[in-house]
């Protein structure tokens, strides 16, 4: 008879959770608005409705659009509020502890997009999209970066909004050495373009430069004058522009575009934690008429649809070593709210990601 280990043996399990106590309309949430509380949830298999999971959470991803479900308002990214009290979810990786649902075992590692901000959770099994192939040989945090939401970003950006990108074209990223930008670089040096990227320290500018192959970047706190800077580094202007930080940049570069330019409009993080009104403004948008330039915002799970294209490139870059990942791991869920408030600042490289087991 086999042994019955001391997991199967568990009929409860403490869980810490993240609920959303109070909106923060403005500023960075703080302990007033996201609070950590204690729960216990039941491991008894007749307590698990049918077709429902028990997941232990391994990876929770820490997303800028997560900041914009905390405003307690609907705003231009239209992500659904968080309901106040609602424990938090985020992209995530989980194990399955418990099942009630024959298509899925205990052992099992599955993506959930919509994973609790928790260490334990019960979840209708139709909410996990994918179980993990363990042969793959890939990473866990993989599957919330280069494989996962940042990867399609920057490849919808890249390859659809602006595509078809052409060889030699000069190509502009912000927020570069962050999660969308290190990917979107990376597959337009990889089309051939000379590409150039803005981040926020020094140590960011190399990394650019010398692990992901970028031709040259700056660091826009230091060369904060936005207009020179884009005039020293595209001397022959700007032919796509994969904007992940809009406001004063933005406004910037649309005095540096070239006819014909693209400009997908992946994110807005400048903006993030202001009210629409206190933002910056774009003051130059007659510059996308006389030049025929396309502007375009997009998310990314309206491409849902070519989501396989872009797994199937991705793979393949990943296998022969053409797309390289940086992450920042955190340790323990307890670190939830200070990670989320440091997205906000210069302060991480790659992606950022929690390891909750
Ligand atoms: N459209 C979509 O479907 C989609 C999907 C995923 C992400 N996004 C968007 O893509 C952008 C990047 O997301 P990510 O996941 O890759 O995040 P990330 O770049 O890994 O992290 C955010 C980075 O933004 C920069 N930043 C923070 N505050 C800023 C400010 N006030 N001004 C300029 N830069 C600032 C910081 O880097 P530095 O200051 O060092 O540059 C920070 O590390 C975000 O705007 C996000 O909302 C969109």
Known sequence: MSEISEEMRRTEVESREWYMAAYAPEGVPTSDHLKLRTVKISLALDSIPDQHL???TLFISLDPFLRSRMTGREDGLCSPQYNLNEVV????VGKVIRSKDSNFGEGDVVICPFLPVAEY??????ALTTKIDPDAGVPLPEYLSMLGVPGFAAWVGIEVIAGPVKAGSNVFISAAAGAVGMYAGQLAKIKGCRVVGSTGSDEKVKLL?????YDDAFNYHTE???DAALSKYFPNGIDVYLDNVGGEMLEAVLNHVNHHAKIPLCGMISGYNKVWSEREGVRNLLNLIGKDV??????????IDRFGDFTKEMESH????KIVSKFKIINGIEKFLESLGSLFTSSNIGKLVIQVK
């Open 54 to 56: 028990v997941l232990e």
């Open 89 to 92: 979810s985020a992209f995530g």
């Open 121 to 126: 959770c019960v979840l209708p099994s139709q």
């Open 209 to 213: 430069k010398e692990e992901f192959g």
């Open 224 to 226: 904060s004058d936005f």
């Open 294 to 303: 396309k502007m375009q915002g997009y998310m990314v799970f309206s491409y």
């Open 318 to 321: 990943l296998k022969q070593g």
